[in-house]
């Protein structure tokens, strides 16, 4: 740490001799000090990686606050979008309940009576393909409302 600190120092006045302004070869060794000091903070070794406090291994049940945390974060896509993995899950969810149904997404014969059950936009944010443009998540909350109004009694 002493050594990164000297080297900004001697680095400040090799700028100050060139023609640094005074005040600027200030400021760059203090950059650098400030850089090679968190440098030495962020590697210094406090104690190793013992944690004695945790004795079990950690298990994440369904449904836990990490299954939320990520899902939570699945919605957040770009500019207002959600991402394909949420697509993805809505999806399973609603072939499960159009299967209950006798109904299937890929069957284009079922198309408009899953249209008729769902609605249009649904139907399309559900069979679209990888290279369509993201849905938003308010398409996406009204394809999970009209999902759950199939049978409001199915989890």
């Known amino acids: 740490m002493i050594k990164g600190v ?12 060139f023609g640094a302004d005074p005040w600027h070869a200030l ?9 090679f000091w968190i ?3 962020v590697t210094f070794d406090v104690g190793g990686d013992e944690t004695d406090w945790r004795e ?8 836990a606050r990490s299954d939320i945390a990520r899902l939570s974060l699945s919605l957040r896509g770009r ?11 809505v999806r399973r969810i609603a072939e499960r309940r159009l299967a209950q149904r006798e ?10 009576r ?7 936009a649904s139907y399309r944010l559900l069979v679209r393909g990888r290279m369509a443009r993201q849905p938003t998540l308010r ?8 999902l759950e109004a199939l049978d409001p009694l199915d989890p």
């Open 27 to 35: 400021l760059l060794g203090g950059l650098l000090a400030t850089a």
């Open 6 to 17: 000297a080297f900004a120092l001697v680095l400040a006045g090799v700028a100050w001799y």
């Open 114 to 120: 899953i249209e008729q059950l769902l609605g249009h």
């Open 39 to 41: 440098a030495a903070l």
């Open 103 to 112: 109904l299937d997404l890929r069957n284009p014969a079922d198309r408009p």
């Open 56 to 63: 079990t291994e950690r298990v994440n049940q369904p449904g």
């Open 79 to 89: 500019r207002g979008r959600v991402s394909d993995a949420s697509v993805w899950q």
């Open 139 to 146: 398409s996406l909350v009204r394809c999970l409302d009209a």
